[in-house]
């Protein structure tokens, strides 16, 4: 079904499990923004759009949560959270000296501005203090959100819980063909700049090495992981001037940002992705 539209949402704070860090106010409201760009759409068991700052921080959240090995429940609190927090924006400033995804604040030892604003450093500061609270795994979202949170809204996550679980549905392998972005026919990268990004951005956020990617291609294991990897990319495309991403049957291909059916020697296994950026 089709997901209502992300809202201007709670200003919070991001604190310490198990009351570590001090509290602070927020405020929760219903304005509508418009997208800051292409959309991405992400369809599995339900219909998720965002534009594509949106989608590629939460396709790094996720990315970092599996990694970590932290399981599904995790992804869906801290992509709820994060939702909740900032609408899924990397902040350059919140409520008092609070930024990035989750609006953790230097001064409550979240670490510096610099290391707030790397998404990667956040999420798994995030999935740290998660990981702190006792009995997570059986609470709600929205009690398991602010254990680590301590919002003044403490059952405001809830609200993007299905919209959470629609996103990892997809960006964990689960679905196929289930992230598709437009992207402008004006990359902002070509050519080797373009592979050299690609390959960086993939290198944080699996933490492998950056020559994983070698010849624009990446070795899976199986079709989950294909399509985790796959979907990252398409995820990532707008800024890092991915052209298409093809995994066993299936194509994608900006600026149309649909998966398409291929067939005879396109198809290329369920043992490897393969991308192409901009020339």
């Not at 291909?253 to 490897?272: C, F, L, M």
Request: aromatic letters at 8%; glycine letters at 8%; one cysteine or more.
């Amino acid at each position: 079904m089709k997901r209502k539209p992300l809202a201007v949402v709670a200003v919070v704070v991001l604190l310490g499990a198990l009351g570590v860090f001090a509290v602070t106010s927020s405020f929760d409201g219903g304005l509508k923004l418009p997208s800051l760009g292409p959309e991405c759409t992400v369809r599995a068991d339900g219909e998720v759009t965002l534009d594509a700052v949106q989608m590629a921080n939460a396709a790094t959240i996720s990315a970092v949560g599996m990694r970590r090995e932290m399981s599904e429940r995790a992804i869906v609190v801290a992509l709820a959270t994060a939702f909740q927090e900032s609408k899924l924006e990397n902040l350059d400033d919140g409520d008092r000296d609070s930024v990035g995804l989750f609006q953790q604040r230097p001064s409550k030892g979240w670490g510096t501005v610099e290391q707030i604003k790397d998404p990667r450093y956040a999420a798994n500061r995030f999935y740290s203090a998660l990981k702190r609270v006792k009995g997570w795994k059986k609470m709600r979202v929205t009690d398991a959100a602010q254990k680590v949170q301590r919002s003044a809204y403490p059952n405001a996550y809830e609200k993007w819980a299905d919209e959470a679980e629609v996103l990892v549905r997809a960006l964990t392998g689960q679905a196929t063909g289930a992230v598709e972005c437009s992207v402008d026919d004006d990359p902002a990268l070509r050519g080797p700049a373009a592979a050299q990004a690609l390959a960086k951005a993939f290198a944080l956020d699996w933490d492998v090495e950056a020559d994983r990617l070698a010849d624009l291609t990446v070795s899976v294991k199986d079709v989950n992981s294909g399509w985790r990897y796959a979907h990252w990319l398409v995820a990532h495309a707008e800024s890092t001037g991915l052209e298409r991403v093809r995994f066993a049957d299936r194509e994608w291909s900006a600026p149309d940002g649909k998966w398409q059916p291929v067939t005879g020697d396109r198809r290329i296994g369920n043992h490897e992705v393969a991308v192409e950026v901009f020339r």
